[in-house]
């Protein structure tokens, strides 16, 4: 049977690329930067704050030092910390999963690559904070997604190291660190995925969170088969 199930936070359970395009582009502008449109900020998130503010300077004219891309980053983080749902809605269907898993006492981790500042306020306006006793942010590990330890060390944190779990994700980072980590993993079709589905082969792709009982049901199934 399914142990415990992890899951990401942007692209999975919010959209927030809107939202962090916004802050995104404050921090830019306050850098003489144009904008991006929320489509290329789509293309460029899901790696960390880090990698998404070097690649965001690359594309507005260059990023000319690690110290310009650590005060935009600063800059970044501090405006969406102070911004967090801004332009950013849940998901349909995430809560009712969510009170479902939360009322079964299915054991449930959030394992993101959001930094924790960012991540908090999130979980915190939205309601969303309860569901998550074990939350694992990108700069919480030293191997973030799509290492498949960044997984592994939200099972740790859980201490259910041994758990049979599956990944929950929209992206790439996700589903390559579910087989990284040799999970099982339900992918959405709604968020952020950069890569052809039939090339990264999660183990249940979905549209929508009215979907999830029945995706997990199979994985239930296969694993009490396996065992």
């Known amino acids: ?5 992890l899951f990401d936070l942007d692209g999975t359970l919010i959209d927030s690329a809107p939202g962090v395009a916004w802050s ?3 921090a830019l502008a306050e850098e003489g930067r144009a904008a991006l449109s ?4 789509k293309d460029l998130v899901g790696k960390g704050a880090v990698n998404l503010v070097a690649d965001a300077l690359k594309d507005t ?16 983080l501090q405006i969406y910390s102070e911004n967090p749902v801004q332009d950013t809605i849940i998901f ?6 969510l009170d479902e898993l939360h009322a ?12 924790r500042k960012t991540t ?18 990108g700069d919480d590990v030293p191997n973030s997604k799509p290492d498949g330890r960044h997984l592994l060390d939200t099972l740790a944190a859980m ?16 589903i390559l660190a579910a087989h990284d980590a040799k999970m099982a993993s339900i992918c959405v079709s709604f968020g952020y995925c950069h890569m052809p589905y039939d090339e990264l082969k999660p183990t249940i792709l979905i549209n929508h969170f009215s979907e999830f009982p029945a995706a997990l049901a199979t994985l239930h199934e296969q694993a009490s088969a396996d065992k």
């Open 24 to 26: 995104l582009n404050k």
């Open 104 to 115: 079964k006492e299915i054991p449930i981790a959030l394992c993101t690559n959001k930094p």
């Open 159 to 174: 201490d259910m190291f041994d758990a049979t779990a599956i990944m929950v994700g929209d992206s790439e980072n996700d």
């Open 120 to 137: 908090m306020p999130v979980l915190d306006i939205f309601g969303m904070t309860k569901y998550f006793p074990i939350i694992v942010c």
């Open 92 to 97: 349909p269907g995430v809560i009712d999963v």
């Open 38 to 41: 929320v489509d290329r900020i």
């Open 1 to 5: 049977m399914i142990d415990a199930i």
């Open 61 to 76: 004219g260059g990023m000319e030092s690690d110290a310009q891309r650590d005060k935009v980053k600063d800059a970044f």
